[in-house]
């Protein structure tokens, strides 16, 4: 076995170890995967890895992308707009400009431009750490939406900024009238490539009835808008998020039952690989990383460290406590009703601007050498101060958010009247539908009245949790229902089993009637 088989082979065992430790401690898996990237980096014996730096941005970051975007709150966004514009745009630009003036003030001979390329890298946050543990504790939605649409709107003001402050370093020089026509071709253009992209993918989905082709569709429309946008120079992470948008709206519409349910499965799968991929890469590259810092002492090494990741912390939470009292006093002078945001939201807003895998991903493609053939100045300490804010930032503040989000002075009954409401008007559309259907020849009465108990006592149910009409044991009923549906499933699943145990039954066989159970089980919660 030579290098390249080992090495692919120790990391997918490691990422499932990760993986699976993660799940066993109940912590985000990307904070047990920065700790194992670490730690992997220096364990003797192991290869050195270099990526190549065009490689790791065209490969990692258009799923990364796209995946965000297909799965995002838009509702929530229009609602937060000018929130949302402030967090993506203005603090991604600040964020950026202060990280450049604390690097190039204590690091020596960093130059501005290889200051503002370190800022660029850090300035936009990663959602994935933070919206687990909101999930998890049940935080609002609203508030879960806030850190997913800033985590996905910010990549691509930030890296917008990013390509510029690159091509000022290699070039050795900066224009503003120049920066200012790219950022507008760019962000343009990139948009343009994005809608064209997202409604041709929607195109060719509605038209595939094949799940597997339809899935394997939508993980190659990211690749379809990122790589022709960054070839004509434009935004990739705006053509890639505005196909994302585009898919998002229109999948309801063009896509069946089950290319959408594996779509949902197959994604979960694809987002923690690159994330857990790019984290344990680069923690083997850690020592060849530090090795490069030589000239630099332990000390001053870690005084760097303090001082950008410092300026990463406060930077947000000064943000987030003077921004929102300053549009709060704007709205007031306006004649607006201020929209106040609590010290509780304001705190977990500004603790969740965690750092992650596309910080890492932008800081592994800087270039290996500027226009002249020298080495790009200072690349490994830019890569090692990445790494070490996105250490601090995913384990501090991700291990400590969960006791902040435990004392929210808010609670998440307005997202599940919304639920309930919104299962109410589909029960109702199926019995309209089976009362339609019930006039027609070639349907059967007793099939009919059948599914109209089914779903009248399902509409009953939901509007019995608003309020609407008397409970008379609705819910009992139906959660001793749903046990006893777990219990028969059960059953038929040790069946199979059986079967294929005694040799009745082939693997493929016992597959699919599985897949039919667990289907039928996932419905449950709707009952």
């Given at each position: ?302 005084g760097y460290a303090v001082v950008v990741t410092a300026a990463v912390v406060l930077i947000r939470l000064a943000w987030f406590f003077a921004v929102p009292s300053l549009t709060d006093f704007v709205d007031r002078r306006s004649g607006r009703p201020p929209r106040r945001l609590s010290a509780s939201w304001r705190l977990i807003m500004a603790w969740s601007g965690m750092r992650g895998a596309v910080s890492l991903a932008v800081a592994l493609a800087l270039p290996l050498a500027v226009g002249d053939g020298s080495a790009f100045p200072q690349r490994d300490l830019v890569v090692f101060l990445t790494f070490v804010v996105i250490f601090f ?135």
């Amino acid at each position: 076995m030579n290098h390249v088989e080992v090495l692919v082979t120790g990391l997918l065992l490691a990422v499932a170890a990760l993986g699976a430790l993660a799940c066993r401690l109940s912590v985000p898996y990307p904070i047990m995967l920065v700790l194992g990237g670490a730690a992997f980096g220096f364990i003797p014996g192991l290869p050195e890895v270099r990526l190549e730096p065009e490689l790791v941005l065209a490969l990692f970051l258009p799923p990364l992308l796209y995946k965000s975007a297909i799965y995002a709150n838009f509702d929530d966004f229009r609602t937060n707009l000018r929130g949302l514009t402030l967090s993506t745009v203005v603090l991604v630009l600040v964020t950026m400009a202060g990280v450049a003036a604390a690097a190039h003030a204590v690091i020596p001979g960093m130059s501005w431009q290889t200051a503002f390329v370190l800022g660029a890298i850090l300035s936009p946050t990663d959602p994935v750490a933070a919206a687990t543990i909101m999930h998890r504790l049940g935080a609002p939605r609203r508030l879960v939406s806030g850190i997913e649409g800033e985590g996905l709107f910010n990549d691509a003001t930030a890296l917008v900024a990013y390509r510029v402050a690159v091509a000022a370093t290699v070039a050795g020089a900066f224009s503003l009238a120049d920066a200012g026509l790219r950022f507008v071709f760019g962000v343009l253009a990139g948009l343009g490539i994005g809608v064209a992209v997202g409604l041709m993918s929607a195109w060719v989905r509605r038209h595939i009835s094949d799940p597997q082709i339809s899935v394997t569709i939508s993980l190659l429309t990211g690749y379809a808008a990122f790589l022709p946008a960054q070839a004509v120079d434009a935004s990739g992470v705006l053509a890639t998020v505005a196909a994302g948008i585009v898919m998002a709206i229109r999948s309801p519409e063009v896509l069946d039952a089950r290319p959408r349910l594996q779509g949902y499965f197959v994604w979960d799968i694809v987002d923690f690989l690159i994330n857990a991929t790019l984290f344990v890469m680069t923690g083997l590259q850690l020592r060849a990383i530090v090795g490069g810092l030589d000239d630099y002492s332990p000390a001053a090494l870690a005084g760097y460290a303090v001082v950008v990741t410092a300026a990463v912390v406060l930077i947000r939470l000064a943000w987030f406590f003077a921004v929102p009292s300053l549009t709060d006093f704007v709205d007031r002078r306006s004649g607006r009703p201020p929209r106040r945001l609590s010290a509780s939201w304001r705190l977990i807003m500004a603790w969740s601007g965690m750092r992650g895998a596309v910080s890492l991903a932008v800081a592994l493609a800087l270039p290996l050498a500027v226009g002249d053939g020298s080495a790009f100045p200072q690349r490994d300490l830019v890569v090692f101060l990445t790494f070490v804010v996105i250490f601090f930032t995913l384990v501090v503040q991700g291990l400590t958010l969960p006791a902040l989000v435990r004392r929210l002075d808010s609670d998440d009954d307005e997202d599940t009247d919304e639920e309930i409401r919104a299962r109410l008007v589909a029960a109702k559309a199926a019995l309209a539908e089976i009362d339609a259907l019930d006039a027609e020849e070639w349907t059967r009465g007793d099939t009919a009245e059948r599914m109209r108990g089914q779903y009248d006592y399902r509409a009953r149910r939901f509007a019995a949790r608003l309020g609407k009409v008397e409970d008379e044991g609705y819910e009992d009923r139906s959660q001793a229902y749903q046990e006893m549906v777990r219990l028969v499933l059960q059953a038929q699943r040790q069946a199979l089993v059986d079967m294929r145990r005694e040799g009745r039954l082939s693997n493929e066989i016992l597959n699919r009637i599985l897949r039919d159970l667990d289907l039928e089980e996932s419905r449950l919660e709707a009952t």
